[in-house]
C-alpha cells in the first residue's frame, strides 16, 4: 500500500534558521508580533493589519480571565495534589471548557456560519434551536458589559458586520444576554475563521489566566480549604449530631 504523504506547512529549523508560517523567527517575528498577532499567524498564515489586530486581541484578551470560574478550580485543586507539575494542573482547567463555559464559542460560531450560508434569519434560528450557544450567563443580565466593547471596537475597526447583526437579533428575540462567547463567535466569523477553531481561541487565552491561577495558589493557597470546607458541608447530613 503506497503511504500517504506526510505535511506541514506551519514551520521547519535547521542548525541556524527558524521559520515559521514563512517567516524568520529570530527577524520577523521577536520584538515585531505580540502574542495575539502570532496567533492569528499561526492560524491564518499571515500578520494581521491594524484592524484586525485590535479586533483579535480584544477577542482573545476577553477570555484570558474571569475569576474562580470551574476551570480555574479544577486547576486549582489539581495543583494542590500535583503542584510539581503545573502543565497538569493547566490542562486539567483546559479540559472543563466545553459547551457550556468558553468554548461556546465554536457552538455560536458553527451556528452562525452555518445559518448565513443557508440563509436562514434570527426568526428560524430561534424557531429550530430551543438551546444557542453564546446566550445567557449567570451573572452578566441584561447585559454582558463584554460584548458591549467588543462590538464597539468591531464597528471602530469595521468588523461589525452580518454575523454580529444576527446574534444580536437572534438574543433580542429570546430575550436572553448575550455573553462575550457569543460575541466572540460571531466577530470569528467576521474575520473569517473556521468555526472550527474558535475553542481553541478560547483554550489558548485561558492557559493564560490558568497560569495566572496557579501562581496565585502557589503564593496565597485556597484550594485546599475549599476541598475541606466541601467535604465537610457535603458529608454534613451524614454524621451523628452531637
Request: aromatic share 4%; glycine share 10%; net charge positive.
Amino acid at each position: 500500500m503506497a503511504r500517504k504523504p506526510i505535511r506541514s506547512d506551519l514551520a521547519w529549523s535547521t542548525t541556524d534558521r527558524i521559520v515559521v508560517r514563512g517567516k524568520d523567527l529570530p527577524g520577523e517575528i521577536l520584538g515585531k508580533l505580540n502574542l495575539g498577532d502570532m496567533a492569528f499567524l499561526e492560524l491564518t498564515g499571515r500578520t494581521p493589519d491594524a484592524r484586525e489586530s485590535k479586533l483579535f486581541n480584544a477577542m482573545v484578551v476577553t477570555l484570558v480571565e474571569h475569576g474562580l470560574t470551574p476551570s480555574a478550580l479544577a486547576a486549582r485543586l489539581t495543583y494542590l495534589g500535583a503542584p510539581e507539575a503545573m502543565q497538569a494542573a493547566v490542562a486539567a482547567g483546559l479540559c472543563g471548557l466545553g459547551s457550556v463555559f468558553v468554548g461556546s464559542t465554536e457552538g455560536c460560531a458553527k451556528l452562525l456560519s452555518e445559518a448565513v450560508a443557508r440563509g436562514d434569519d434570527a426568526k428560524k434560528i430561534v424557531a429550530e434551536n430551543k438551546r444557542i450557544p453564546g446566550l445567557g450567563h449567570p451573572l452578566h443580565k441584561p447585559i454582558d458589559p463584554r460584548t458591549v466593547r467588543l462590538f464597539e471596537i468591531a464597528r471602530e475597526t469595521g468588523y461589525y458586520g452580518k454575523y454580529c447583526k444576527l446574534i444580536e437579533e437572534v438574543a433580542k428575540l429570546k430575550n436572553i444576554t448575550l455573553n462575550a462567547t457569543g460575541a466572540i463567535g460571531a466577530l470569528a466569523c467576521e474575520l473569517g475563521f473556521d468555526w472550527k477553531v474558535c475553542r481553541g481561541l478560547g483554550v489558548m487565552a485561558r492557559a493564560v489566566g490558568l497560569v495566572g491561577h496557579l501562581l496565585e495558589e502557589s503564593q496565597q493557597p485556597i484550594a485546599e480549604e475549599i476541598w475541606v470546607r466541601i467535604d465537610e458541608e457535603a458529608s454534613a447530613h451524614l454524621k451523628p449530631k452531637k
